[in-house]
């Protein structure tokens, strides 16, 4: 499994973006039909990854696998989606405010997406950066993109 990104990634209004380049104005549609409250998905082009900690900053990792791995018992949520990665794009995280992009080396295909997180929302609760300790220390998420052979 390879690790195309691992840190921290500023969020505002509880949300950050994978998305195709160029193909960032998608707003009302992206959870449009969707019943889950943690990956939009219902825009091909996009993926809306939703954050419990409203604004600042929260640890992320994406992960690309050739193939489904087990889901890992620590992550306290998780859901799956289905994503086509086209031909001639590339993908990349954003921020909401757009000065974040990351981005993600996603051969053309089709995916699934896993997105997990642990600890949903106690972020809002931690510490600020001006305390000793580390403000982003509560809510973790994990993306995972495996591939799919249809």
Partial sequence: MQ?????TVPVAYGQAYLHLQG????SGEVRKG??????????PTALFLTFGLHTGEVKLTIKIADAE??????WEEA??????MP???????ADWEGGLWRPVPLKPGSYRIRY????????ENAPTPDD???????EEHTSELQSRSD
């Fill in 3 to 7: 690790t195309a990104f691992e840190g």
């Fill in 87 to 93: 031909r001639s794009a590339v993908l990349g995280l």
């Fill in 34 to 43: 969707q019943v889950n409250g943690l990956l939009g998905a219902a825009v």
């Fill in 132 to 138: 000793d300790a580390d403000p982003i220390r509560s």
């Fill in 79 to 84: 859901v799956e989606a289905s994503f086509t």
């Fill in 116 to 123: 997990t997180a642990l600890r949903f929302g106690e972020a």
């Fill in 23 to 26: 193909s960032a104005d998608y």
């Fill in 69 to 74: 791995p087990p889901l890992d018992e620590h």
